[in-house]
Nanobody
Framework: QVQLVESGGGLVQAGGSLRLSCAAS????????MGWFRQAPGKEREFVAA????????LYADSVKGRFTISRDNAKNTMYLQMNSLKPEDTAVYYC?????????????????????WGQGTQVTVSS
């Protein structure tokens, strides 16, 4: 029943900005943690950012801290990832994820196993 759909990916130049959106259908676990992961070709999927239900607690990978901002609008059932100062190393498919078990941000929020639902992914390409 629960579906996640990412949008907003595209091609940008290094130093540019992009905003990704994740629309969630259904509100079964709207009170739980959501997050963003990314995967470059030939590499493992890696954690990017996570956010709790209220938006008051966030967690970022060191590689994006200070450049990316995660947020959510529960009235719209949508999560966002604002990406600034983009680098070629940010090029990847970005995936939206939702947890059906995490109530609060913790070490589990960094792990793939902490999430139960995934979007189809959206491509982000940063040119040099």
């Amino acid at each position: 029943q629960v579906q996640l759909v990412e949008s907003g990916g595209g091609l940008v130049q290094a130093g540019g900005s992009l905003r990704l959106s994740c629309a969630a259908s259904g509100r079964t676990f709207s009170s739980y943690v959501m997050g963003w992961f990314r995967q470059a070709p030939g590499k493992e999927r890696e954690f990017v950012a996570a956010i709790n239900y209220s938006g008051g607690s966030t967690l970022y990978a060191d590689s994006v801290k200070g450049r990316f901002t995660i947020s959510r609008d529960n009235a719209k059932n949508t999560m966002y990832l604002q990406m600034n100062s983009l680098k070629p190393e940010d090029t990847a498919v970005y995936y939206c994820a939702a947890s059906g078990k995490q109530s609060y941000i913790s070490s589990s929020s960094r792990r793939i196993s902490g999430y139960d639902y995934w979007g189809q992914g959206t491509q982000v390409t940063v040119s040099s």
